[in-house]
């Protein structure tokens, strides 16, 4: 069974871009979230997608968002990318109920220049 | 707000042997999970191990086991004959029991641990 996969791994942006990033999860797995990783703030919860909608976010402005598709594979967007936003973006799914394990995919590096 | 913290950044261990690393979380709520994840050089989170709260009974997987007082709201991982492919940053995690949209995880900061031959 493949593993959740993220693209692409690495993306270089200037200030002002905006970027996407993508996440296929698991085969069957209906919920997708994203984290963003950075050496000053650690791991922080973006959002979470679950059936196409939108089921729980962070705190993160607007810039950031997101969408799922219907076979669940899921994008990642940040608009007028500013230095902070720097960081390793992580997806992970799992199945969607509460005791089900998150499984999470190797990252996309995205560096802000 | 639930946080999580792991006071030790850094950790090293003689091959073969034993070490703990530490964790703490503070929550208001009586039903959840508490993990340990694994991210080597890869950058892959990888679940190590999982506790439910409602679970007296500690959990444990191969090597790996845990020590979790919930009173004391500590939760401990044991890794037991270290060998060279556990060094890695472990970060503790904590999620909500409540049933929906609540697939949110809180880490903490992270232990680096290294393994030495």
């Known amino acids: 069974k493949a593993g959740v996969t993220q693209t692409p791994r690495y993306l270089i942006k200037t200030r002002g871009q905006q970027v996407t990033l993508s996440c296929s999860p698991i085969?069957?797995?209906?919920?997708v979230s994203w984290y963003q990783q950075t050496p000053g703030q650690g791991l922080q919860f973006l959002f979470e997608?679950?059936?196409?909608?939108?089921?729980n976010k962070g705190n993160f402005p607007g810039r950031f968002s997101g969408r799922q598709f219907s076979n669940s594979r899921s994008e990642m967007n940040v608009s007028t990318l500013e230095l902070g936003d720097s960081a390793l973006y992580l997806c992970?799914?799992?199945?969607?109920?509460?005791?089900?394990?998150?499984?999470f995919g190797s990252g996309t590096q995205l560096s802000v220049l | 707000a639930q946080t999580v913290t792991q006071s030790q950044p850094e950790m090293s261990v003689q091959e073969a042997e034993t070490v703990t690393l530490s964790c703490t979380y503070d929550?208001?709520?009586?039903?959840?999970?508490l993990f340990w994840y694994k991210q080597p050089p890869s950058r892959q989170m990888i679940l190590v191990i999982r506790?439910?709260?409602?679970?007296?009974q500690n959990a444990t997987e191969n090597r790996f086991s845990v020590n979790f007082q919930k009173a004391a709201k500590s939760f401990s991982l044991k890794i037991s004959d270290s060998q060279l492919g556990d060094a890695a940053m472990y970060f503790c995690?904590?999620?909500?029991?409540?049933?929906?949209?609540?697939?949110?995880?809180?880490f903490g900061t992270g232990t680096r641990l290294t393994i030495i031959p």
């Open positions: 992970a799914s799992s199945l969607g109920t509460v005791n089900e394990k998150l499984f």
């Open positions: 085969s069957g797995h209906r919920s």
């Open positions: 997608y679950f059936s196409e909608t939108q089921r």
């Open positions: 929550t208001s709520e009586s039903d959840y999970y």
């Open positions: 506790q439910e709260a409602y679970k007296q």
């Open positions: 995690a904590y999620r909500s029991g409540k049933n929906f949209g609540n697939e949110k995880l809180t």
